[in-house]
């Protein structure tokens, strides 16, 4: 176990000691955070009055941007657990690359150890990284008001940046077996987190594209965690916003709301539940690791 | 004892043969050396019998234990010192060597003491909590060493350890090497293109598109393949060529000199001529000349 625990601890080390990895991984997130401090957080409110005609005496103006922050959150959380894991991962190509794994080949360590221990240690720094967001960014919302957050939602939000965390690592081991070098591993990089904010729907809510786009964003476990954690956040705010306005919409208020903010994720026409999005975050990542585990034991030079 | 015997060892790549059916042994403690250019097979057979490629065909057996049969066993007696570095630039040397150590299962202070034997000669006080991308070339190879010694492992391997070191580092690395050698009886196994790295090993084996070409001493190897020269500064004569050919019958005149080729010692012919070979030059068989008797190409000097 020692070996494994070895393996593990270099591979976090290497990520954390790299102050401009750090950054790099968070880089989308923190993309999101300026446009949403320049624009996006206007875009979302007027979003949201516009859904609200006839009730904007009713409506606290705090609730308002206590929801709209919420979404930010949730923004921010998404595209960390597409560009952290990918970052630690990448350490995968490098060594392949520099011959690390040639000294790694030639020591006892298994093989299936070493696998396990890229797919552990890219887990544990993408918990680690989006957890310490989600606690900070609760510190902060918890400042600017209530955040009508329980304690079983809270866990079950760290709950969900773990699952996240493990899904986007088992997506990413299987793609990163294409890349032979390091140079078209960060190409890949620059579209991934391009592409990561608009596939979890932190620039536009996912429910302004067209099915088929919604239905290929969808596929990504981030998208469905994106959803699962607004849905967290935003569930205690969205109530207090309804019993504000007493039933006189009959609901109509907070479910355009629900639909517009994707708190379930949908494809194909249908949402999914919290529980059915969970299930399927769950079957991919175990397919993906199913798969991972076959294509490295083939293509892992070491016996 | 025999520690390396490897029998008809080959390695393919596709219809490729990088390594062509090659058998050798190596005894307990000596230096052992792999010469040849660059993609002659050098590094492919270092890196079989450290079980990091497979072998296609053939056997080979490191302290008694089957390569492809009983290969952790074989990997906690081998250590290794790569061509180019393999450490983590990012990480400090402390961290790069507790962790490498823990692959070999280790905990920390069985790393420290398995690299206590060595850690005064290395100097490693001095560097052991610096980052390993600060360190020069030479302290960098130093580490490198060290992490293959982390195991204390029996054979130590080293593929052309010195490739890209200042001449006074590669004299350093030298030391090390010396200082394993002949303090921790370790048998040492080198690959290098360089000529003179060589001089000093018990056995050299010259290998030229993945076969084995010769083998022996450098002794045995010079005697065999390399001639030595008596350059005889003298206008050309006939009375010059004849002395010249008392000497040896390959002679040949060239510009200012005649160039004679021979085996024999010369200092006595020398000294009873001394009136007339006045101005002179013995140069000694090298294993440049075996090499380039052998291959008909010239390596690094």
């Known amino acids: ?303 | 004892m025999k520690i390396i015997e490897v029998k008809n060892l080959t390695k393919m790549y596709r219809k490729f043969k990088a390594v062509d059916g090659i058998s050798f042994d190596v005894e307990e403690g000596e230096m052992f050396a792999f010469l040849g250019e660059n993609g002659a097979g050098k590094s492919t057979t270092i890196n079989m019998l450290t079980t990091i490629l497979e072998k296609t065909e053939g056997e080979a057996y490191i302290c008694g234990h089957a390569l492809g049969k009983e290969d952790d066993e074989i990997r906690k007696v081998n250590g290794i010192v790569f061509q180019n570095s393999v450490l983590d630039k990012m990480l400090s040397v402390k961290d790069n060597l507790l962790t490498r150590g823990s692959y070999y299962g280790l905990s920390r202070k069985e790393v420290e003491k398995s690299l206590e034997p060595f850690s005064e000669r290395f100097e490693m006080k001095d560097i052991w909590n610096r980052r390993y991308d600060k360190l020069s070339g030479g302290q960098r190879r130093r580490v490198d060493i060290m992490r293959a010694l982390i195991n204390n492992p029996k054979i130590l391997f080293l593929d052309e350890p010195t490739t890209g070191l200042d001449p006074k580092s590669r004299k350093l690395v030298w030391d090390y090497i010396d200082f394993l050698r002949k303090e921790h009886g370790m048998t040492i196994f080198l690959t290098t293109h360089y000529m003179e790295e060589t001089r000093d090993a018990d056995h050299v084996v010259i290998l030229d598109k993945g076969r084995i070409v010769s083998s022996g001493t450098p002794a045995e190897l010079k005697s065999r393949y390399a001639h030595s020269k008596l350059i005889w500064y003298t206008p050309r004569s006939e009375k010059a060529e004849e002395l010249a050919k008392q000497i040896s019958e390959t002679c040949v005149y060239d510009v200012d000199h005649y160039n004679i080729s021979t085996d024999k010692n010369v200092t006595e012919f020398v000294f009873e001529h001394r009136d007339q070979i006045t101005d002179y030059e013995y140069i000694k068989g090298s294993m440049d000349d075996v090499f380039l008797n052998l291959t008909g190409k010239e390596l690094a000097s």
């Open chain 1, 1 to 303: 176990m020692k070996d494994f625990m070895g393996f593990t601890r270099r591979n976090l080390l290497i990520y954390f000691k790299d102050k401009l990895a750090i950054l790099f991984s968070l880089l989308t997130s923190i993309i999101v955070f300026v446009l949403y401090l320049l624009f996006l957080k206007g875009t979302f409110v007027e979003a949201m009055k516009g859904t609200m005609r006839g009730l904007e005496n009713i409506v606290n103006s705090g609730d308002i941007d206590m929801f709209v922050n919420g979404i930010l959150l949730s923004g921010i959380l998404g595209s960390a657990l597409i560009t952290v894991p990918y970052t630690c991962l990448q350490t995968i190509v490098k060594d392949r690359e520099a011959g690390v794994d040639s000294d790694i080949c030639a020591t006892p360590l298994k093989r299936w150890k070493i696998i396990l221990s890229y797919f552990t240690s890219s887990s544990i720094c993408s918990f680690i990284m989006t957890s310490l967001i989600l606690t900070v960014g609760l510190v902060v919302l918890s400042f600017m008001g209530d955040i009508h957050l329980g304690i079983a939602s809270l866990l079950s939000a760290y709950g969900l940046m773990l699952l996240g965390s493990v899904s986007s690592t088992a997506l990413f081991m299987l793609i990163l077996l294409f890349f032979k070098s390091t140079a078209t591993s960060t190409a890949f990089f620059g579209i991934l987190s391009a592409a990561a904010g608009f596939v979890i729907g932190a620039y536009i809510p996912l429910s302004q594209f067209s099915d088929g786009v919604r239905s290929f964003c969808n596929i990504f476990p981030a998208s469905h965690i994106t959803s699962l954690i607004r849905k967290i956040l935003l569930s205690g705010i969205a109530e207090k916003i309804d019993s504000s306005i007493g039933g006189l919409d009959n609901g109509a208020f907070i479910e355009a709301i629900k639909d517009t903010f994707s708190f379930n994720a949908s494809a194909f026409g249908s949402n999914f539940s919290g529980f059915q999005s969970v299930i399927y975050v769950s079957i991919f990542a175990l397919v993906c690791i199913a798969g991972m585990v076959i294509a490295y034991n083939r293509t892992y030079k070491r016996r």
